[in-house]
């Protein structure tokens, strides 16, 4: 018979052994060359163009890494395959990623696209009655839960006076928000673009308040921690060819709409609606970017759909330390 004390000291070795073998598998696995890159995407945003484009696909084959792309609905979606490690990269707006952090995501910030605040709005149908973002006070709003327009929704509220509570929000992913404004079955609905462009040039919807003067509109570029930390130059060369796409997009916005009409089945007009708003750039993260970060993550914490506060500069990237 075992005694008490012996069969502690076998579980202990047992536990110390399991540690071990553990922490040298993790050692191995990141002493070995990245093999598969993963990267979530959007079909209307700018890893779609990078996508499209190739550029990156062609730079990374030549060390021999392959490229698996994966299209999300949107920024949330993106984050929980970011969180479960489905994939190693992702674009998304503002508020995505403190949602993220809330439910336990490692992730680090990489870099952001400048503002852009033209680009996402609170609309409502061509004939309705409400005519400020006041008059939405118990009203049925449609948006997509825990994305940037969630941000700029709040905020808008806030300035006019108005509360979150004082709207009835309804959740909704952009397909499904666009057939409900469609039918009349919610009263507005916050979107980006090229939604918002879409469903101004379709249906006439009418613009009650974009984000200018209200919130910046970031879109921000995310990676696991783990491969942030193991492949620091694979993200540098992302971040570069993100920069260099941004140049070249901003010039030619033809092309552009031509490429992301492809993509997302949307007619180029559309596109080129939205790419008149919607200016390009990356820039590395600055102190003033997580604090408006931390803003953000602060509000929602406030009004309860974060339920813990949680410290932006967690996510900050090791290769941004000073």
Avoid: C
């Amino acid at each position: 018979m075992i005694s008490g004390y012996s069969l502690a000291r076998r579980v202990l070795r047992l536990a110390v052994a399991l540690i071990a073998i553990g922490v040298l598998s993790q050692a191995l696995a990141e002493g070995q060359p990245l093999k598969q890159l993963n990267i979530g995407f959007q079909k209307a945003n700018i890893l779609a163009l990078l996508k499209a484009r190739g550029t990156l696909d062609e730079a990374l084959k030549k060390q021999g890494i392959a490229i698996r792309w994966t299209e999300f609905t949107a920024g949330p979606q993106m984050l929980e395959g970011l969180n479960i490690g489905s994939i190693d990269l992702a674009a998304t707006g503002d508020a995505p990623p403190a949602f993220a952090q809330a439910a336990k995501a490692d992730l680090i910030y990489l870099a952001h696209n400048i503002p852009n605040p033209k680009t996402e709005a609170i609309l409502v149908p061509k004939d309705s009655t409400i005519q400020s973002v006041a008059d939405l006070k118990g009203k049925r709003v449609a948006l997509n839960k825990g994305s940037d327009v969630n941000y700029l929704l709040v905020e808008a509220l806030k300035k006019a006076g108005l509360s979150y509570h004082d709207i009835t929000p309804v959740y909704l992913v952009p397909s499904d928000a666009r057939a409900a404004f469609q039918r009349g079955s919610v009263d507005a609905w916050v979107i980006w673009d090229p939604f918002y462009a879409e469903v101004e040039t379709n249906a006439g919807a009418r613009r009650l308040q974009n984000a200018e003067g209200i919130v910046p509109h970031y879109t921000f570029y995310l990676a696991s921690r783990r491969f942030a930390q193991d492949h620091p130059d694979i993200a540098k060369l992302i971040i570069e060819q993100l920069a260099q796409l941004s140049t070249w997009a901003n010039g030619h916005h033809d092309e552009v709409a031509q490429a992301l009409s492809k993509s997302t089945g949307l007619p180029q007009p559309i596109w080129l609606r939205a790419l008149a708003r919607m200016p390009f750039g990356t820039e590395r993260m600055t102190d003033e970017v997580f604090r408006q970060q931390q803003t953000l993550a602060d509000t929602f914490t406030g009004i309860g759909l974060i339920p813990v506060k949680i410290d932006v500069n967690q996510a900050r990237w090791s290769q941004d330390k000073k």
